[in-house]
């Protein structure tokens, strides 16, 4: 059945809106009872940016951006670069399915007795949305929302899908028996030295799920044993007429031994640190490795778009110049010296030939970030060129390990898999992909020198050298008013102002 939307609610456009909004927290040492209508009563601290757990479970309110959330969008979930070697035109496909369910269903509000504003569903969801569509969104909720709370929030590292394994290389065959039922992703938060197991929760969260999830987690735990690791569940609980707010369910267990994930060396100086890979891309070519499989799919994005619909941004070539006081991007329209640089860019370049313009900025200290807008969305995305460049000789190896694998081959592929059942063609991928990561991770001490030289090199290259095109892509120099950007050491993203639509009258 089809409800109409009521009349009382206005047809109006989407709103313009600064970028931030409160998300209220609530940190707890198991699941229980849904904390009715807590995330607006309860006296809520102000998150500090700690980058691990708080000292004290509570309520907690962070402020954050929107482009924070986007973020979290694209990065977390499975690695599709198995899929795509060959068809990476579908990756704008796959940033849309991943982006588009949070523009369709949520909104924001001011909250009476407060200064900041909330995620809420709006009118679309709460009216107009079949029971399918409901589930589906609420599992990209989550597991949005579950990815910046662990890596924005609290400071962890990349995540990874635990179907393709766990952390502990010894016991990736446990981890990938079907017959257990495992918590969602894991990560490793090298500030707290533990493995995290995670599992993510969306929509109108009940303590029936919670008590999935946990059960999810314990499984996950006990296959761990005596690894040092820790628990945790967020549930992202939304229901029409409410506001979004989280709650983070976790148990630390000490363990005895040392973390030695495939691939890390945590008592190593050039270990990764927590929360954002490129801040150690310069002395650990293992989180260079990690950023660029992050980053995989918005470099296929990148790569498969026409010249036409390609521009550069300046942004200061000085990576430490964005300092971020949490989280993992740095919102450009408040960065003083970009904003600065930028202006005394954009003087000189009627007066610079275009072909010398490029050069010109460089010398004054910017770089040019390589976007370009996802179709579909209000999202752009781009990245550096010693980032491009590492993806670019990543993509190459994948391709090589899928042409001489056993099982990855195109010739390996049954030409025909619809007399197989929906559960036996799921099987048939997930085994696909489990070779292939297995395939990665034993190419990793070869990958490391190759990947340090692709980056290095691509420093001083051209994007028309980079993207094998004859032409540069258009320098974008007057900036657009209506976007709101923001980047990373080696990473860009912008949104519209005009993103969201009302959350209800």
Same mark, same amino acid.
């Given at each position: ?12 456009p ?101 200064? &900041?504003?909330? *995620?809420? =569903?709006?009118?679309?969801? /709460?009216?107009?949305?079949?029971? %399918?569509?409901?589930?589906? #969104?609420?599992?990209?909720l ?17 995540t ?9 290389f ?70 029409? &007429?409410?506001? *979004?707010? =989280?709650?983070?369910?976790? /148990?630390?267990?000490?363990?005895? %031994?040392?973390?030695?994930? #495939? ?19 310069g002395?650990s ?118 042409q ?52 290095e ?6 994007w ?5 095109r ?36």
């Open positions: 059945m089809i409800h109409m939307l009521p009349p009382h609610i206005p047809d109006e989407p709103l313009t809106y600064a970028d931030s909004f409160d998300v209220p927290v609530l940190f707890r040492n198991g699941p229980a009872k849904k904390p009715w209508r807590q995330w607006r009563t309860a006296k809520h601290k102000p998150w500090a940016g700690s980058g691990g757990f708080p000292a004290t479970d509570g309520w907690y309110v962070s402020t954050t951006t929107w482009r924070e959330i986007i973020k979290a969008a694209i990065e977390v979930g499975r690695d599709v670069t198995p899929h795509l070697q060959n068809q990476p035109r579908y990756a704008h496909g796959e940033l849309v399915a991943r982006v588009s369910p949070l523009y369709a269903y949520l909104g924001m509000h001011p909250v009476r007795g407060t200064k &900041g504003r909330r *995620l809420t =569903l709006n009118p679309v969801y /709460a009216y107009g949305t079949e029971r %399918s569509a409901k589930n589906a #969104a609420a599992y990209r989550g597991m949005t929302m579950t990815e910046w709370a662990c890596r924005s929030l609290l400071g962890l590292g990349q990874e899908h635990l179907e393709l394994g766990g952390p502990i010894a016991l990736r065959n446990a981890f990938k028996d079907p017959q257990n039922k495992l918590p969602d992703l894991w990560g490793q938060h090298q500030a707290e030295d533990l493995y995290w197991l995670i599992e993510a929760k969306g929509g109108n969260v009940g303590l029936r799920t919670l008590h999935k999830g946990w059960a999810q987690l314990a499984a996950g735990s006990k296959l761990l044993g005596s690894y040092a690791h820790r628990i945790v569940l967020v549930g992202a609980s939304v229901r029409p &007429g409410d506001d *979004l707010f =989280l709650t983070i369910d976790h /148990a630390r267990y000490p363990g005895q %031994s040392p973390l030695t994930p #495939a691939g890390f060396n945590i008592n190593d100086e050039s270990a990764v640190g927590p929360g954002n890979l490129e801040d150690r891309l002395d070519d293992d989180a260079l490795i990690g950023a660029a499989r992050a980053q995989m799919l918005t470099y296929l994005a990148l790569r498969s778009a026409p010249v036409s619909q390609l521009r550069t941004v300046p942004v200061p070539a000085d990576r430490a110049s964005r300092h971020r006081r949490f989280g993992l991007t740095t919102p450009l329209e408040g960065d003083d010296l970009t904003r600065a640089m930028r202006a005394e860019a954009r003087k000189t370049a009627p007066h610079t030939e275009r072909h010398t313009l490029r050069a010109r900025i460089r010398s004054m200290g910017l770089d040019d970030f390589l976007t370009c807008r996802i179709p579909g969305t209000e999202v752009r995305l781009g990245m550096s060129r010693k980032l491009f460049a590492a993806c670019e000789r990543l993509h190459e190896e994948d391709l090589a390990i899928a001489r694998t056993p099982g990855l081959r195109a010739e390996d592929q049954p030409a025909d898999n619809q007399e197989l059942s929906d559960d036996a063609q799921e099987e048939q991928r997930l085994t696909q992909r489990r070779i292939f990561r297995d395939q990665q991770e034993e190419a990793r001490p070869r990958l490391r020198p190759l990947l340090r030289h692709a980056y090199r691509g420093e001083t290259s051209d028309s050298d980079l993207l094998r004859p032409q540069e892509p258009e320098l974008d120099m007057e900036g657009d008013e209506g976007l709101l950007e923001a980047a990373t050491p080696e990473t860009y993203l912008a949104v519209s102002h005009y993103s969201l639509p009302p959350a209800r009258a």
